[in-house]
């Protein structure tokens, strides 16, 4: 098995810098715009053929190093009770939001191999169809991210209702954290069960929060969740976007790989995060948009920053972009592979 | 005249921390609001007497210790020759945004007193209305934040337009950023003429960039506005959101006051700083939703943290959000008097 990213996880030697992309499966590949024409985003989701057919895209289109479930992580809200669908243009829409405490009480949990089987499913079809070409990555949204979406009801720019509710009912707050914590542990272990080979834990909006509402409201819960999965013994990726002020909350609050955005260079960001973690990133998925010099120079910025640590895993700071060009998304695994592979030879 | 806000700026010793909010005439207020149901927004900025009017409504609500004229930044996009509307809940929309070089090349200077003449008539007017209640801030957008206005043609998420151009167009766009230069720098020099006493650029967006992007692309620009602002006698802040990992080259780049947002404790951005500017900021404009002792407790943080530190300025992160409580932006411009206040006594 190609095994680059497991070990580039625990810090081993690899023989060239492993790559994957968050959204790697998704709008840019013709292939699965082709299959959204027919199909839901939501249909894709629950249908485990469909599903393992859209994460194999680009495994199949370009020599990616981990292969990720397609799944969303809004997923488990429904089975507790909270509905959503994904507008077109809006992203996805919650029915009826959280606004009270009662709300927050009526949410209820759920046996995972019920109420999210068909992600299990996925994952044994999809581990399989692998055969060892690359590990499967599973993931989960982070609690406070899943919350910011029962709250504010969809997308925010400023999360005022979310962090209204935290502030107005911090007990309650938390008893909604703790629920999304419980679900979303139990979900990775499944996962885990199912198949998956290592996990990410994707708490993408809590860069919206100062340092110290992050350590008071939230790391408590991201704590509980990532102890118990680090336990499974997998590798476990702890990712979010504009987390600058947060690194090192987030590395004290659990995970054996840190994500890291783009806004600053990767090895400032790993001084801080320490030598004792892998990390992975931090391409601007914006640069992908450049021509391919630019995206070279950018990449090879990156792998030559990192050369001498061991544990980088490259990926962007955050999703591929819809309208991205496929070519440059291979040639740039191309370049990893060849440019990390040379540098590892030369060493 | 109430000069705390003139002096903090200059790090002199106050007898109170000064405190105005950004955004502080707008939708929140219902006074605002009555004029805002006769008239779009635009005929509010480009109407003096509205416009004054407008400006003087928090003034005359709360003792805050700066009036900021009201207007907005992407007024002198018009007269370069870029109109745009503000469309109902979708913010901004520029009519024909740049999608080419030669759309660079089409966007022309304008003389300031023409294209901008009531924006210069306002700040007379208000500077005559104020009569030293407390000194009067003018202020512009720069150029990479009006840049992305008019590349995506509104607000972005991801700014990938602008991006795009910036990485495929590097000359066109570093063209594009010396126009709107040096259109800011004439309007900054005309708006201290007219009576502004200090100014604040505002980069709202920058955060969204690289810290190697920002030094290559944007701070040069940013620099020559900066520089010019400061030869003019007046104190200049220096605004951006997101951007703990950009803290130290904006502060090269210029600037007496360095604006922070609320993603990490205000003290640890001014030690990266330095002690020579002067810092304004930090409470998260989503706390004015919070019970007002959650409210106190975090503006008395940030008071007590600046405490042996001279030049800060108390403001929120970013602009005052529209359905902000007035009462609790009363009581805290209250708050903050009268604690520092007693602090200053005390020391």
Same mark, same amino acid.
């Given at each position: 098995m190609n095994d680059r990213f497991l070990r580039a996880c625990r810090r081993e030697p690899v023989d060239a810098t492993p790559v994957w992309f968050? &959204?790697?499966? !998704? &709008?840019?590949m013709p292939e699965y715009r082709a299959l959204r024409a027919k199909h839901s985003m939501l249909e894709l989701c629950r249908t485990p053929e469909l599903a393992v057919q859209v994460s194999m895209q680009p495994v199949n289109a370009m020599p990616v190093d981990a292969a990720i479930v397609f799944?969303?992580? #809004? #997923?488990p809200l429904e089975p507790m009770g909270a509905p959503f669908e994904f507008a077109k243009g809006e992203g +996805? *829409? *919650?029915h009826k939001p959280i606004r009270s405490v009662e709300d927050v009480d009526a949410l209820h949990s759920f046996e995972i191999a019920e109420g999210l089987g068909y992600v299990l499913e996925t994952l044994t079809l999809l581990r399989r169809e692998l055969d060892g070409r690359c590990p499967l990555i599973g993931f989960a949204g982070a609690p406070f991210t899943l919350a910011s979406y029962l709250i504010e009801g969809g997308r925010s720019t400023h999360f005022e209702k979310t962090k209204s509710f935290m502030y107005s009912e911090p007990e309650a707050f938390s008893r909604l954290l703790a629920k999304l914590s419980d679900v979303t542990s139990r979900y990775l272990r499944a996962q885990v069960q199912a198949g998956a080979q290592a996990l990410q834990l994707f708490d993408?909006? *809590? !860069?919206?929060?100062?340092l110290t509402d992050y350590q008071q409201h939230v790391a408590p819960h991201v704590k509980s969740v990532l102890d118990d999965a680090q336990s499974l013994g997998v590798p476990v990726i702890h990712f979010g976007t504009g987390t600058a002020t947060l690194l090192t909350a987030m590395r004290d609050a659990g995970g054996t790989v840190l994500g890291v955005d783009w806004r600053e260079p990767i090895t400032t960001a790993w001084d801080r995060i320490g030598p004792n973690h892998a990390v992975q990133g931090n391409l601007d +998925?914006?640069?992908?948009?450049? +021509?391919w010099e630019v995206v070279e120079a950018k990449a090879r910025a990156i792998l030559d920053s990192t050369r001498d640590r061991p544990g980088h895993i490259f990926n962007l700071g955050h999703g591929i972009l819809p309208t991205t060009p496929v070519e440059t998304v291979q040639r740039l695994v191309d370049f990893v592979h060849e440019y990390s592979a040379n540098k590892a030879e030369s060493a």
């Amino acid at each position: 098995m190609n095994d680059r990213f497991l070990r580039a996880c625990r810090r081993e030697p690899v023989d060239a810098t492993p790559v994957w992309f968050m &959204r790697q499966a !998704g &709008r840019y590949m013709p292939e699965y715009r082709a299959l959204r024409a027919k199909h839901s985003m939501l249909e894709l989701c629950r249908t485990p053929e469909l599903a393992v057919q859209v994460s194999m895209q680009p495994v199949n289109a370009m020599p990616v190093d981990a292969a990720i479930v397609f799944a969303d992580i #809004l #997923l488990p809200l429904e089975p507790m009770g909270a509905p959503f669908e994904f507008a077109k243009g809006e992203g +996805p *829409v *919650v029915h009826k939001p959280i606004r009270s405490v009662e709300d927050v009480d009526a949410l209820h949990s759920f046996e995972i191999a019920e109420g999210l089987g068909y992600v299990l499913e996925t994952l044994t079809l999809l581990r399989r169809e692998l055969d060892g070409r690359c590990p499967l990555i599973g993931f989960a949204g982070a609690p406070f991210t899943l919350a910011s979406y029962l709250i504010e009801g969809g997308r925010s720019t400023h999360f005022e209702k979310t962090k209204s509710f935290m502030y107005s009912e911090p007990e309650a707050f938390s008893r909604l954290l703790a629920k999304l914590s419980d679900v979303t542990s139990r979900y990775l272990r499944a996962q885990v069960q199912a198949g998956a080979q290592a996990l990410q834990l994707f708490d993408s909006w *809590v !860069g919206q929060l100062s340092l110290t509402d992050y350590q008071q409201h939230v790391a408590p819960h991201v704590k509980s969740v990532l102890d118990d999965a680090q336990s499974l013994g997998v590798p476990v990726i702890h990712f979010g976007t504009g987390t600058a002020t947060l690194l090192t909350a987030m590395r004290d609050a659990g995970g054996t790989v840190l994500g890291v955005d783009w806004r600053e260079p990767i090895t400032t960001a790993w001084d801080r995060i320490g030598p004792n973690h892998a990390v992975q990133g931090n391409l601007d +998925p914006a640069v992908l948009f450049a +021509p391919w010099e630019v995206v070279e120079a950018k990449a090879r910025a990156i792998l030559d920053s990192t050369r001498d640590r061991p544990g980088h895993i490259f990926n962007l700071g955050h999703g591929i972009l819809p309208t991205t060009p496929v070519e440059t998304v291979q040639r740039l695994v191309d370049f990893v592979h060849e440019y990390s592979a040379n540098k590892a030879e030369s060493a």
